[in-house]
């Protein structure tokens, strides 16, 4: 009998786990994770903009949403796994670089690398927090458990009233202050993180790498001034005021 | 012109080490940095302390072998060599920290000397083309575009020196690397190697210890050769294209 020798016999890991645990695997991972995440973030500005259409077209906005069901949940628990995906790969990618370079040098420079660049970890930890305050506020409506019984009528339907909520959520100045914060963090996050997933795709050259960077920065403030208009519309300008009673 | 040095003094790869204060006395201005060593070492050999171990060899900026972190920058500031640097560009009276490059796999072999052969292994894991020996083939027999020669040539210029992993803040060699991988891979005498160069090469590159890119671009603004980050991005998306044809069993 003949028995051939070539490589039908295979050790070790295979080709898709050699990808996804080298170092361009893990980043790639995060880069894409990342946009998946970015593109939820767009989305949800454009939601949050029905506040200015009024109480009717946000209550609608909301309740059309959460007509979804079924399909709403997958979006979270879709969402919720990219965030998950997201960290762990980035604490695999911090636990190798610190090993990577255990001995910091005495005299530092911080040689043309950006504050953004360098604070990514930490700035990503305090969206963390951030976003789990936000859902405790707006979505589980913990924080503020009188938010639970706000209803409203909308075309005869008794729907729960999310423009008084966000107006009495954004009436007190720690609330709004912690937002801004959150959200200037968000934006230092992404300043980096929006130029850097193009070059860790590869979709870059030379010539177009500081265009992405200008673009990305431009993107990210643009992103916090459409999210810090909304707290600040109400808390400063009294978008709806007499909404919540 | 007079200077005060804090120079890294390590008897050996595994003995602890710490910054020594010397002071470096008639200095000429148009000293290079390392004959400005070689001064004070043979000032040190007439106070019977041992001299301070250092890497240098061509001193013309082309070899790769110096190396020297001076006040927290690869090479020094400016763009070139350590070699390459001169003491008319410090200030008379300037303390001046000299530690080793430091990476994890760049160990450490006596004071300022690293063994930075983590790099020779990753080149032998692919930095190579399969070229027929015996005599030189014609000249021009094979077209290139002036394009592709000049991009792979930006990429060659590589010395190969580390500077790029010992300013990394996570001490990675992706520019090291994905700069041999563009030089090669772009040429047509390296194409047919193309793929298993590149997952060869950043595989000992993880295998040898070394971190992985954070886009800080430090290694781009220390690069003696100016050898330009976004070939990172070329390696990346190189060696992503190349693990799929691996995962759907092409040939690589």
Request: proline share 4%; hydrophobic share 45%; glycine share 8%.
């Amino acid at each position: 009998m003949i028995t051939s020798s070539s490589s039908s016999v295979r050790t070790g890991p295979c080709p898709a786990q050699l990808w996804i645990f080298s170092s361009i695997g893990k980043k790639t991972i995060v880069s894409l994770t990342g946009i998946a995440l970015v593109l939820f973030v767009i989305g949800h500005l454009l939601g949050n903009f029905t506040i200015y259409l009024g109480p009717d077209a946000m209550n609608l906005y909301a309740e059309k949403l959460h007509s979804l069901g079924p399909i709403l949940w997958a979006i979270r628990l879709a969402l919720l796994a990219t965030v998950v995906l997201h960290i762990y790969f980035t604490m695999l990618l911090w636990k190798e670089n610190k090993a990577a370079r255990p001995q910091k040098y005495i005299a530092s420079d911080p040689i043309k690398t950006t504050v953004f660049a360098r604070t990514m970890r930490l700035s990503g930890l305090i969206v963390l927090s951030f976003v789990i305050f936000h859902l405790a506020h707006f979505t589980v409506r913990v924080v503020d458990p009188s938010f639970q019984n706000m209803e409203t009528q909308l075309d005869g339907r008794q729907v729960h009233d999310v423009y008084a909520m966000v107006v009495k959520g954004f009436s007190s100045a720690p609330v709004v202050l912690g937002y801004v914060i959150g959200l200037f963090l968000l934006t230092f996050h992404l300043s980096h993180g929006i130029s850097s997933l193009f070059q860790t795709l590869g979709i870059t050259n030379s010539h177009i790498r500081h265009t992405y960077e200008l673009a990305a920065r431009v993107l990210a403030w643009a992103l916090f001034a459409g999210y810090t208009s909304i707290p600040i519309a109400v808390f400063v300008f009294g978008l709806g005021k007499g909404a919540a009673q | 012109m007079k200077f005060h040095l804090k120079v890294w003094r390590q008897k050996s790869c595994n003995a602890p080490g710490n910054l020594e204060e010397y002071d470096a006395e008639n200095i000429p201005a148009e000293a290079s940095f390392l004959e400005m060593l070689d001064i004070v070492n043979s000032q040190l050999t007439g106070k019977n302390i041992e001299p301070i171990q250092f890497d240098s060899d061509c001193r013309e900026g082309i070899c790769g072998n110096c190396s020297l972190t001076i006040n927290g920058i690869p090479h020094g500031k400016g763009r070139g060599t350590t070699c390459q640097l001169y003491m008319r560009n410090f200030q008379d009276g300037e303390t001046i920290t000299i530690e080793p490059f430091r990476a994890d796999a760049f160990p450490v072999r006596r004071d300022l000397v690293t063994n930075r052969t983590a790099f020779d292994r990753v080149m032998q894991a692919g930095g190579y083309i399969s070229e027929r020996s015996g005599s030189a083939p014609d000249a021009n027999a094979v077209p290139i575009s002036k394009v592709i020669a000049d991009e792979a040539m930006d990429a060659a210029a590589c010395i190969g020196c580390g500077a790029c992993a010992a300013a990394c803040p996570n001490g990675s060699a992706m520019l090291f690397v994905s700069a041999k991988v563009t030089h090669l891979g772009l040429l047509p005498q390296g194409k047919p190697e193309k793929n298993r160069r590149v997952l060869g090469m950043v595989r000992q590159m993880d295998e040898e210890g070394f971190g992985n890119c954070s886009n800080y671009y430090a290694c781009e603004a220390v690069c003696p050769a100016g050898v330009p980050a976004s070939f990172i991005g070329r390696m990346n998306r190189e060696f992503t294209a190349a693990s799929v044809k691996e995962m759907i069993g092409l040939n690589v």
